[in-house]
């Protein structure tokens, strides 16, 4: 009896979260290319793939250890950072998280695909890959930009 409630206590919390949104924030627009970036800045974006794991989670976003955004499925948020090292990683609360460093050139553009990796039934990885920029543009269509948290 304890077993049947448990399984239709997570599929009213599931059908909620598909219903009423999950993680991530407020969406803006759907992807498109910054026309110019500043000379002496980097431009890092940083989107996530849908995924069978862990969907219904967002997935935060670090960089050099402080907290910038959070993304769900099918979402993007483009960071400007000073050149040289930066280093993005993952935080989700049922998966491992991961990072990757950017060595970020001046009035450069670098793509970061955040995907879940699946584990076992319960955990998996939320992992963080350095993209092509053809791979990253072509990616990017199918999202829409996560607003910032302090506009």
Do not use: H
């Not at 924030?25 to 026309?35: I, M, N, S, T």
């Not at 009035?107 to 993209?131: D, H, M, N, P």
């Amino acid at each position: 009896m304890k077993g049947r409630r448990f399984v239709v206590q997570s599929l009213v919390v599931a059908c909620a979260a598909v219903l009423f949104g999950c993680g991530g924030g407020q969406l803006g627009e759907v992807y498109k290319r910054a026309e110019s970036i500043p000379s002496d800045k980097t431009l890092i974006y940083i989107y996530r793939m849908p995924a069978v794991m862990g969907g219904i989670y967002s997935v935060s976003i670090d960089v050099n250890g402080k907290e910038i955004t959070s993304l769900s499925e099918g979402t993007y948020y483009p960071y400007l950072s000073d050149p040289g090292e930066v280093e993005v990683s993952t935080k989700m609360t049922i998966a491992r998280g991961d990072s990757v460093t950017v060595d970020g050139k001046a009035g450069q553009t670098y793509y970061l695909e955040v995907w879940g990796r699946q584990g076992s039934f319960f955990s998996g990885q939320a992992a963080i890959i350095k993209v092509s920029k053809e791979r990253g543009e072509e990616k990017l269509l199918e999202t829409r930009r996560v607003l910032d948290k302090n506009p």
